[in-house]
């Protein structure tokens, strides 16, 4: 009775960003995610219980990570809930030159952008600033 989090990893964790190579990582992403959750559902999980997560962060290069946030609305077309994990992540520091704990700003650009493009699970490590920015986008882009 639980829900289910099929994310997206090049390779794995050992070697996941040694060198990511993708013709398309949005296509190439996407149909993972379209392969992984008909697996699923095939196996009984309940499509209503899976949330799809494009693995920010995981075998991909700055670049990668930018164009999913980018095309995240082709993802969300699968039609299953969104997840995004940008908080904190290396590429927001690399894009910004900030440490790790001075990433908050960054992290909620992101967010509020993968919103915007339809996303609607976000793990964070700052929830009370996001709820925040997310309330403030919320109130911006959705009709009442």
Same mark, same amino acid.
């Given at each position: ?5 099929? /994310?997206? /990893? ?5 070697? /996941? ?9 949005? %296509?190439?992403?996407?149909?993972? +995610? ?52 940008? %908080?904190?992540? %290396? ?16 992290? +909620? ?10 996303? %609607? ?12 920015? +997310? ?10």
């Amino acid at each position: 009775g639980l829900d289910c989090c099929l /994310m997206h /990893m090049l390779g794995e964790p050992r070697t /996941m960003q040694d060198n990511p190579r993708y013709d398309d990582v949005v %296509s190439e992403v996407k149909a993972f +995610l379209e392969a992984r959750l008909a697996f699923a559902v095939a196996e009984g999980i309940p499509e209503e219980r899976i949330h799809l997560d494009p693995g920010i962060g995981f075998g991909k290069t700055v670049e990668h990570n930018l164009e999913l946030l980018r095309r995240l609305d082709e993802l969300v077309a699968l039609g299953r809930p969104v997840l995004v994990g940008v %908080s904190r992540k %290396s590429f927001l520091g690399r894009l910004t030159g900030r440490e790790v704990h001075e990433r908050l700003p960054a992290t +909620l650009a992101a967010n509020v952008l993968a919103f915007t493009r339809g996303a %609607s699970l976000f793990r964070v490590h700052d929830v009370a600033p996001l709820r925040d920015a +997310l309330i403030v986008a919320a109130a911006t882009v959705r009709a009442p």
